[in-house]
């Protein structure tokens, strides 16, 4: 585990990328959008430009430290705002290509792939997940809550150039929110911007996690698959991650730590502190339980779930 650094944190168990060793370039929170289904909660500073939100140097320093003894399946930007905000995202990319074998990963809101700088950046990472979530300017605005300088149109037209330049593999994730972005002219018109994109794959995602505002209800799985199935032939519907992630380093000595650090970015269940502390699920709960007694977590009931979030 990487308890204790500042910037890396896991590595976490991804629905989408197993055993993931994330790094977090912005502070919370720090983005270009503000989404409703925000599982970080609310933008804070939104914004478009692109800057060393935290130190290049001391975000290489704590990857240095940490791969010689971690197992990942692959490095993530990712967390709790838009990494490539980042200014030394480029160079940070660079440093892991050259020093680790680790394939790497840009998870995005792609809202920014119209700058060449960039692009150019995000070049030699392995896979870039970028999500688009709608084609329709209104829907934009209400859904991401964009910085109001962004338009939807160049954000397609910035994605659709980096995917033409792009060497590595594009999966490109569409959140549906029940009544927001799933009527049959909005998923037909996603389906075609999808299309100019060409990603090497489609991934359906609604709201698993608790969302910043909570009047965003998931889709349910059913309908997500019919979703798929008419607009989205061949996308998957992002299932909840069931791999094992306790890395080399074996269990965490205190899950409780570990739990703090996986809350300080997003709400958790106990399923998910069990799987990256590599302990028994019974423990997990009990870890998180005491937690809440003592004033340090907080606990939500949803969609028949228990997730934990830090107070
Ligand atoms: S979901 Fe991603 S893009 Fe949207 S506000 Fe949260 S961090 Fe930003």
Not at 56 to 80: C, K, M, Q, R
Not at 158 to 163: M, Y
Not at 266 to 294: H, N, Y
Request: glycine share 8%; with cysteine; charged share 25%.
């Amino acid at each position: 585990m990487s308890d204790g650094y500042k910037y890396i944190f896991g590595p976490v168990p991804s629905r989408r990328l197993g055993r993931s060793l994330g790094v977090d370039l912005v502070p919370a929170k720090v983005c270009t959008f503000d989404c409703i289904y925000c599982q970080a909660g609310r933008t804070t500073n939104k914004t478009i430009e692109r800057t060393e939100y935290v130190p290049t140097a001391d975000v290489i320093a704590e990857l240095s430290d940490w791969l010689p003894g971690g197992a990942a399946d692959y490095v993530t930007f990712s967390g709790n705002g838009e990494p490539t905000l980042h200014s030394g995202i480029g160079e940070i990319i660079a440093w892991l290509n050259a020093n680790s074998g680790v394939p790497v990963v840009v998870v995005t809101n792609g809202s920014l792939f119209r700058l060449p700088d960039v692009r150019d950046e995000l070049a030699s990472a392995d896979l870039v997940v970028p999500s688009l979530d709608t084609a329709n300017p209104v829907t934009f605005r209400r859904l991401n809550r964009p910085d109001p300088s962004l338009d939807i149109e160049t954000v397609i037209e910035g994605l659709v150039t980096f995917a033409k330049e792009f060497a590595g593999e594009i999966w490109l994730e569409h959140f549906i929110v029940p009544g927001i972005n799933d009527t049959p002219a909005e998923l037909k018109a996603l389906a075609e911007a999808g299309a100019r994109i060409g990603p090497a794959r489609v991934q359906l995602n609604t709201a698993v996690r608790p969302p910043a505002e909570t009047t965003v209800r998931p889709m349910p799985y059913a309908e997500l698959c019919a979703i798929a199935e008419k607009y989205f032939p061949g996308a998957e519907v992002i299932a909840a991650y069931d791999g094992e992630s306790a890395g080399r380093r074996g269990a965490a000595p205190d899950p409780a730590a570990t739990a703090r650090s996986l809350m300080s970015r997003r709400p958790i269940t106990a399923e998910d502190l069990a799987r990256t502390a590599g302990i028994d699920i019974k423990l997990a709960e009990k870890t998180l339980e005491l937690l809440v007694q003592s004033g340090e977590a907080a606990v939500e009931e949803r969609d028949g779930g228990r997730f934990y979030s830090k107070l």
